[in-house]
């Protein structure tokens, strides 16, 4: 579990990375799964979902930071590079990369299936949305960790700090 000790020794809840709201993040894809068979202001919704659950967390981290780092010389900075830190992983990790794979996933597949099976639309349509949901759980650890990579590599170098977001 991810979060600053308490004074009992124990590690605090993160809404944002420990429980069901973590899933938030998830919903571009779920959206990119169903773009065969939903309107798409539908689809893009979900990334309205997603982005408020980045930006949330952002400001959710900006301000622990703001609080572990009281009125100390560099407080701004630190808390910059927090807030900074986390919208750009989250924005990368939660919503840019994993909803660009899976809508190009259930692209190859729709169209793979159109020209490789007789099925009707429909059925394609759903078993395109089947593998992208099922795909979900399958690309969220490669991806954190490509992204911690990224960012390691460029950013983070800037303000010189190791993050890891781990789910």
């Known amino acids: 579990m991810d979060g600053p000790a308490s004074a009992a020794g124990?590690?605090?809840?993160?809404?944002?990375?420990?429980?069901?709201?973590?899933?938030?993040?998830?919903?571009?894809?779920?959206?990119?799964?169903?773009?065969?068979?939903?309107?798409?202001?539908?689809?893009?919704?979900?990334?309205?979902?997603?982005?408020?659950?980045?930006?949330?967390?952002?400001?959710?981290?900006?301000?622990?930071?703001?609080?572990?780092?009281?009125?100390?010389?560099?407080?701004?900075?630190?808390?910059?590079?927090?807030?900074?830190?986390?919208?750009?992983?989250?924005?990368l990790a939660s919503v840019a990369v994993p909803g660009f794979t899976i809508n190009r996933l259930c692209a190859a597949s729709l169209f793979l299936l159109g020209r490789t099976t007789r099925w009707p639309l429909p059925m394609r349509k759903w078993t395109t949305t089947v593998i992208g949901l099922s795909a979900i759980p399958v690309i969220i650890t490669p991806i954190d960790r490509s992204v911690d990579f990224f960012l390691d590599s460029t950013l983070r170098k800037l303000y010189r700090t190791e993050h890891s977001h781990k789910p």
Do not use: C
């Not at 779920?30 to 798409?40: D, I, Q, S, T």
């Not at 979900?46 to 407080?75: E, F, Q």
């Open 10 to 91: 124990e590690q605090r809840l993160d809404i944002y990375r420990d429980t069901w709201v973590r899933f938030l993040g998830y919903a571009n894809e779920v959206g990119e799964a169903f773009r065969a068979l939903v309107p798409v202001g539908l689809v893009w919704a979900t990334y309205g979902i997603s982005t408020a659950y980045v930006t949330a967390d952002a400001v959710d981290k900006g301000k622990k930071a703001a609080a572990a780092h009281g009125d100390g010389p560099g407080k701004t900075m630190k808390v910059g590079a927090e807030v900074v830190d986390t919208f750009i992983w989250q924005a």
